[in-house]
């Protein structure tokens, strides 16, 4: 204990003595009227001086003394060097950049001032000069890592991404050890993905994981970038490896939520039940959501009733069911069973809230609207337009009420209650959401009573609507057929052909003006028929005439 107090009052001396030897060398340096004696004591003293100040971190005297000492010999670079260091500790950064570009212009190569301005310029935020500096000094020093690494770091930071990859691929060429080539390619994966280099950027991953095969973060990673591309069979792949080594809760978690979420994107919807079921088992997860998934996804592999018994159950257990209620009443009309999911509707009615109320009325209008559909596909057009009558009282302004009741009509050969009907749908589609379909039907109808300025009419604004409309421009090509507008009919079939390359009609129908001049053509239409649909007769008599009058020829 006595040999240590010793100690450190030994070391405070020197110390001290140092201090005061200094202090008197800069009074000696400043008062002493002979240059021959002052240059002799400052220049076999003033270096061992500033480096043992500098050492010792005290760089206010090390910029004391150099800057007193450069007063009076300013061409002594050495000096002058470790007065810039000095100021840059000190954080005087632009002292440091004056007296760097001093010491360049009598020594240009000096790498050390070089790195000395260069983090001054980054201190300061002047990014593009510190590059420039670094780029020397790497010029200089190509095998040196730290200099290249912060290269690489200030083409990242002023976002000249592709320099940056340039740079850290020598910086993982130069790396000898596995943990510092593994840091370095996540920096290249994230760098790589940010240009839009996926295939670098997996290989960057994958190089990383030959060190780390069971990096979680990495995996992790090289999923979320395998969904990125949509290689959503990559993506399960690797998420079931992962599984093999997985164990903590929250990372499982995500494992099979997003296994799930890969299943359902592949259409998988038995391998999503199966995981969706592994997935409640695993502590933490939101059993209501999972299990609310596997009724969906039974649903959509046609287990409706499955889904529904989950639903139930669902809705019983849940304080405040509303959606699930609302869910089960949509798999119930997915089922076709109207009353039942009348009933769920219903029973929200009695307790919902008004907001809840207003929707539960919208949801009920298009389940009536549903049931009228389904009824007038089997010819119950009675039932039909009882049902639509029903919606209506839920929603008067819903335009397919009034559309559907239309189709009745027209399906009746009610044409003038069918214009009627559709005048209203246009009338009430504020948002002109189903416009296209109501004029077409407009049009039909007002066709088969003989109003074709109507038709025309109904046809052009359903062009005007949407000019790509296959069906529109098919019909207007027979509107012109019938007014023995030849060209214009040619025009609209091709157009209609255009759009929907598998309408039939329009083919049939421009064959049938191509046999007045394009033969060739006609029979290559025909031929094109019959291989979508053999059983075209029209085309396959037309064919055998087109066939038999040039053999006959």
């Not at 001290?16 to 200094?22: F, K, L, S």
């Not at 009920?364 to 119950?380: H, N, P, R």
């Not at 009034?402 to 003038?416: D, I, Q, R, S, V």
């Not at 038709?455 to 509107?479: C, F, H, S």
Request: glycine content about 2%; some cysteine; proline content about 1%.
């Amino acid at each position: 204990m006595i040999s240590s107090e010793i100690l450190i009052i030994v070391v405070a001396f020197a110390v001290a003595a140092a201090a005061i030897y200094i202090l008197y060398s800069i009074i000696l340096f400043q008062g002493t009227n002979s240059r021959g004696e002052e240059l002799q004591l400052s220049t076999k003293n003033i270096l061992e001086q500033v480096d043992i100040l500098f050492e010792k971190r005290e760089f206010a005297l090390v910029e004391l003394l150099a800057t007193k000492y450069l007063d009076r010999v300013p061409g002594h670079v050495d000096v002058r060097i470790f007065l810039a260091k000095a100021f840059f500790e000190d954080k005087k950064y632009n002292s440091a950049i004056r007296q760097c570009l001093i010491i360049l212009k009598q020594k240009p190569d000096s790498i050390d001032t070089h790195k000395v301005l260069a983090d001054s310029y980054i201190k300061k935020q002047f990014l593009g000069k510190a590059i420039r500096e670094y780029e020397y000094i790497v010029e200089q020093k190509k095998n040196d890592k730290e200099s290249i690494r912060t290269l690489a770091e200030l083409y990242r930071a002023t976002e000249q991404i592709y320099m940056a990859i340039s740079a850290y691929n020598v910086i993982s060429e130069l790396s000898d050890k596995d943990e510092d080539i593994a840091e370095v390619q996540s920096i290249l994966a994230q760098l790589n993905i940010e240009a839009r280099d996926y295939p670098a950027a997996f290989e960057a991953y994958k190089t990383r994981l030959g060190i780390y095969p069971k990096d979680i973060e990495t995996n992790k990673k090289l999923i979320e970038l395998y969904i990125k591309i949509s290689n959503y069979t990559a993506a399960i792949e690797t998420l079931l490896y992962m599984l093999e080594f997985v164990t903590e809760s929250k990372m499982l978690l995500w494992v099979y939520d997003t296994l799930v979420s890969m299943y359902v994107q592949t259409e998988e919807y038995e391998k999503a039940i199966e995981y969706s079921d592994r997935l409640l088992e695993v502590q933490g997860s939101d059993k209501f959501k999972v299990r609310n998934n596997i009724a969906e996804f039974n649903i959509k592999l046609g287990k409706i009733q499955d889904g529904i018994i989950i639903l139930e159950d669902l809705a019983l257990m849940s304080q405040n069911a509303f959606d699930i209620t609302v869910e089960l009443a949509q798999t119930y009309i997915i089922n076709k069973e109207y009353q039942k999911a009348l009933e769920k509707y219903t029973i929200l009615l009695d307790k919902g809230l008004p907001r809840e109320a207003k929707k539960v009325n919208l949801l009920i209008c298009d389940l009536y609207i549903e049931w009228a559909v389904d009824m007038a596909s089997t010819g119950k057009y009675e039932e039909s337009f009882e049902y639509l009558k029903n919606a209506a009282q839920y929603n008067t302004i819903n335009p397919e009420i009034y559309f559907h009741m239309g189709e009745n009509h027209f399906a009746l050969k009610n044409f003038t209650s069918c214009i009627e009907e559709i005048n209203k749908a246009l009338e009430y589609d504020k948002d002109e959401l189903y416009k296209t379909k109501y004029l077409l039907l407009l049009s039909e109808a007002h066709h088969n009573i003989g109003n074709f300025f109507e038709e025309k009419k109904a046809l052009t604004d359903l062009l005007k609507v949407d000019e790509k409309n296959a069906e529109g421009l098919y019909r207007v090509g027979l509107m012109y057929i019938a007014q023995h507008d030849v060209k214009n009919a040619e025009d609209a079939f091709k157009k209609a052909i255009t759009y929907d390359p598998e309408m039939i009609q329009a083919k049939y129908n421009l064959a049938l003006i191509y046999e007045n001049n394009n033969k060739e053509r006609a029979k290559e239409l025909y031929i094109e028929i019959l291989s979508q649909d053999p059983t075209f007769e029209e085309a396959k008599n037309a064919l055998n005439d087109l066939s038999s009058n040039n053999d006959n020829v």
